[in-house]
């Protein structure tokens, strides 16, 4: 606004000035010159000269009022622009005849229209207006012409993608020292935002009142003295007064004696302390004359001057649930004798100390007779390091409510077994909170899952070898023409790596049954060298790569085992060490007599096993060249079936080997009898069943 009234009067007082000082410059220099000279001729020169001097004296000084002023006005309106041009509002200047003198960039942000719009328009903001709004903004008008104070009001305007925004309005009329109105200065504020929240906050407020109104617990307030200021409607359903009845007494005039007597000193402590309380448990005695459980939380409320004003909180009826908790009592007593027959570990334990109230039979037998008056993490879970804490009471009973039911799993660190932990907060039947666990064993469980994650982890990668080989070659021949040898060369690789995934999936499904117990071996005597003829002579074939050789003396005694199984064991041992060796090497296979065991061999000409690795070969789907360019192709599982059944004949199965020398295996095996005479034929699961 001083900016506006600068800019007006700052001529005038120029103008002001350099008329005083020609003024007062004619007047004295005439009188003095015509006192000092009275040549008329000489008089006229000095007076030319005069003349002269005043004119550029005059222009000095007029030059230099007008630098001060314009200077100090440049600096006014930059200040007043870097202000107005960066505030967040819609800022403007309006001249006496109601054109925009001034907008800030800010207009663009808040109506969607630029600068140069508003001010190439005068008419854009009314017609901006909401239509509602408009009359309004025409009876505002008036007033900042004329009020010398400022003048606000709220309305909405419509930008040009249609969306509606809420403008808070405020402007002042500028006058100079004459009463002169010089224009209107105004400031609007984008409060959209704010009309939002009001408008939610009402909607919010509406609900609370309906959920307050419907809801089936009781809403109440009191004063500083705990006489009720308010009760919501549904207390009649629960105590059966009414409103009005309520009103102007305390809960405590609703109490039989006693429990008034109780509830009234613990309730003064909580006022004393101003501080919330939550799931006070209170009998009332109802209209009707019967008594009713409530549980009460409340909060404070203060003054504006901080002291307390009072309480307001909630009521719930809980009559229903303490019945049921009672009932819960005289039940749980009834079939604690169940849960002593139940084979799961079943405990309750003290919430606060962790002792142990009840262990069942079975729990007692697993772990320890003696544990009265321990705690349940000495007598079930000692030295227990991982799993979840056991004594979260929080997740159980949180501000002393109980919650649903808790399952979880541990492994106990005394047994080794995984168990299923079922866990709540009960009532115990003196009233307090306790925890009841039954932990079932699912280690069986366990082992299964684990047993399936290894089977998909290690067959899918296994797998994808032999799949990604199949498939590309397919896909190779049923969209590029090929000649019959080129056809040839890619099915014989499509069946080598089927009868490869089939060999894989044989030795799996083979261990998975060794694994899982449903393998059934018929033990016989077997002679050794048809046995070790019948394994070579799949091998034969292969002559042309290889060399065979059979090493097996007279008089061997025979063995006692499956015949199948045993075929299956030379088979691979002979398959690894032709698959291993070079072409054109040396295969050799063989059995010597070891006292009380034959001893069967084959030794190949290959890559060797370095010493620390010899163990591991035996593991499932461990392969010396584990990389996907492997030269060599295989399973894994070979070796792995070999040790099982090898196992499961009460044998042996080892390697010596060197990198770089080969390798032999051998498998050591019980002859069928000591003199060599056949034993009875037996059959039986293998491992041997636990039942």
């Not at 800030?104 to 719009?117: I, L, N, Q, Y």
């Not at 399936?452 to 080989?469: C, F, G, Y």
């Not at 063995?559 to 040396?586: C, F, M, W």
Request: hydrophobic share 35%; aromatic share 10%; with cysteine.
């Amino acid at each position: 606004m001083n900016h506006l009234r600068d800019h007006i009067t700052a001529p005038l007082k120029i103008a002001g000035i350099y008329a005083l000082i020609a003024g007062l410059w004619i007047l004295f220099s005439d009188k003095l010159l015509a006192s000092l000279v009275t040549d008329p001729r000489r008089f006229t020169q000095l007076s030319i000269a005069k003349g002269w001097f005043f004119v550029i004296v005059t222009a000095v000084m007029l030059n230099l009022l007008i630098r001060h002023y314009m200077a100090a006005f440049r600096e006014s309106a930059v200040k007043y622009g870097i202000v107005a041009d960066n505030t967040y509002d819609w800022e403007f200047w309006v001249s006496p005849q109601g054109d925009f003198l001034y907008m800030s960039p800010s207009c663009k942000r808040v109506t969607g229209h630029d600068v140069a719009e508003f001010m190439a328009d005068p008419g854009l903001l009314m017609r901006i207006t909401h239509p509602d709004d408009r009359q309004r903004l025409v009876d505002h008008r008036p007033l900042e012409c004329t009020s010398r104070e400022p003048a606000e009001m709220e309305f909405r305007i419509v930008r040009p993608n249609g969306s509606i925004r809420w403008i808070h309005h405020i402007c002042q009329s500028a006058f100079n020292d004459a009463g002169i109105f010089l224009g209107t200065r105004g400031s609007n504020r984008d409060i959209t935002e704010r009309k939002e929240t009001e408008a939610a906050l009402y909607k919010s407020e509406e609900r609370f009142r309906n959920l307050v109104e419907t809801t089936s617990d009781f809403v109440w307030e009191v004063d500083g003295q705990g006489v009720y200021t308010y009760v919501s409607p549904q207390v009649g359903h629960i105590l059966g007064y009414t409103q009005g009845e309520m009103l102007g007494k305390t809960p405590f005039d609703f109490m039989p004696p006693d429990e008034a007597v109780r509830v009234g000193g613990i309730f003064r402590g909580i006022v004393a302390c101003q501080r919330p309380f939550s799931c006070l448990e209170n009998t009332n005695m109802a209209k009707t004359g019967e008594l009713v459980v409530l549980e009460t939380s409340g909060s404070p409320f203060f003054a504006s001057n901080g002291s307390l004003a009072g309480y307001r909180g909630i009521d719930r009826d809980i009559t229903g649930r303490k019945q049921a908790d009672e009932a819960l009592k005289t039940q749980f007593e009834e079939i604690s004798t169940i849960f002593d027959s139940l084979n799961a570990v079943v405990f309750v334990s003290e919430m606060e100390n962790d002792s142990l109230l009840y262990l069942n039979r079975y729990g007692a037998s697993l772990f320890s007779g003696d544990w009265h008056g321990k705690g349940c993490a000495e007598v079930l879970r000692p030295a227990q390091q991982t799993g979840r804490s056991f004594c979260d009471d929080e997740c159980l009973s949180p501000n002393g409510k109980p919650q649903s039911l808790s399952v979880w799993e541990f492994q106990n660190s005394v047994t080794g077994r995984w168990y299923q932990c079922n866990e709540r907060a009960i009532r115990w039947p003196d009233g307090r909170m306790v925890r009841l666990e039954i932990a079932v064993d699912i280690s069986e469980q366990k082992e299964m899952e684990r047993m399936k994650d290894e089977m998909i982890s290690a067959v899918s990668h296994e797998m994808r070898t032999p799949l990604t080989a199949m498939m590309g070659y397919s896909e190779f021949m049923l969209e590029t023409p090929v000649d019959e040898k080129q056809r040839k060369s890619y099915l014989t690789t499509i069946y080598k790596e089927t009868a490869r995934l089939n060999e894989l999936i044989g030795n799996f499904l083979d261990l998975q049954q060794i694994k899982a117990r449903l393998t059934t071996y018929r033990f016989r005597p077997v002679a050794v060298e048809p046995l070790l003829r019948d394994a070579a002579d799949l091998f034969t074939a292969d002559h042309d790569r290889h060399r065979l050789s059979i090493d097996i003396p007279r008089g061997l005694p025979p063995i006692k085992g499956d015949e199948a199984r045993l075929h299956q064991v030379l088979t691979n041992l002979i398959s690894n060490a032709v698959k291993y060796s070079p072409p054109g090497s040396l295969v050799s296979l063989g059995a010597r007599c070891d006292g009380e065991n034959v001893t069967f061999w084959v030794r190949d000409e290959g890559q060797g096993v370095p010493l620390e690795l010899q163990e591991k070969i035996f593991e499932r789907f461990y392969r010396l060249d584990n990389t996907d360019r492997r030269l060599v192709g295989g399973t894994g599982l070979g070796l792995a079936l070999v040790k099982e059944i090898v196992t499961a004949h009460k044998g042996q199965v080892w390697v010596e080997s060197a990198p770089g020398t080969g390798s032999t295996f051998f498998v050591s095996l019980p002859v069928a009898a000591p003199n060599g005479t056949a034993l009875n034929n037996e059959t039986c699961d293998y491992p041997p069943s636990s039942r």
